[in-house]
Antibody, heavy 115, light 107 residues
């Protein structure tokens, strides 16, 4: 079965860090760029970051650049999002997906930044 | 950065209605545009890619058209399962951006 499974969300204080993971199965993970998208409560979808199939090219939204780092391990079929210096406005459900035409999505993991 | 503007923001319609949502890009994205359906508590679902190609398994009442800066998503006969929020997204370059969304409500 084609699947993406996110983990690592939770409650964190402002200024804290969190690492999200997204494990893939059922498709040739190493052939595809991957992306993270988030949705804050009551808001629309926001693209966060993408990483190329090889992991060498990384792109970030201006809102997270310098604080978030995307990476991947093709041997583990997993993509990561390291989130540092978290702010209240980073509170959202975070989804991983195939980049480009995103036909495969995870179920989402909730990140809450609050004291 | 390429900005995407959807209209309307909210659309009230009845079952069986034909509805059209538009997405305007601030500069050409060629045909590198996708449409997604989003329901509360669910992951986004790809409906249309490359502006007009129907994703496998998506009902044929959904269709997409347009190129460059003007795009539209049409639902030919609205069904109860179609009440949701719809987003366009370009994937021409980075940063990828989404439109602000169009909520399709029951009239």
């Amino acid at each position: 079965e084609v699947q993406l499974l996110e983990s690592g969300g939770g409650l964190v204080q402002p200024g804290g860090s969190l690492r999200l993971s997204c494990a893939a199965s059922g498709f040739i993970f190493g052939s595809y760029a991957m992306t993270w998208v988030r949705q804050a409560p009551g808001k629309g979808l926001e693209w966060v970051s993408s990483v190329s199939a090889s992991g060498t090219e990384r792109n970030y939204a201006a809102s997270v650049k310098g604080r978030f780092t995307i990476s991947r391990d093709n041997s583990e079929k997993t993509v990561y999002l390291q989130m540092n210096s978290l702010r209240a406005e980073d509170t959202a459900v975070y989804y991983c997906a195939k980049d480009g035409k995103s036909d495969i999505w995870g179920q989402g993991t909730l990140v809450t930044v609050s004291s | 950065d390429i900005q995407l503007t959807q209209s309307p923001s909210t659309l009230s319609a009845s079952v069986g209605d034909r509805v059209t949502i538009t997405c305007r890009a601030s500069q050409s994205v060629s045909n590198w545009l996708a449409w997604y359906q989003k329901k509360p508590g669910k992951a986004p679902k790809l409906l249309i890619y490359q502006a007009s190609t129907l994703q496998s398994g998506v009902p044929s009442r959904f269709s997409g058209s347009g190129s460059a800066t003007e795009f539209s998503l049409t639902i030919s006969s609205l069904q109860p399962d179609d009440f949701a929020t719809y987003y366009c997204q370009h994937y021409k370059n980075y940063p990828r951006t989404f439109g602000q969304g169009t909520k399709v409500e029951i009239k």
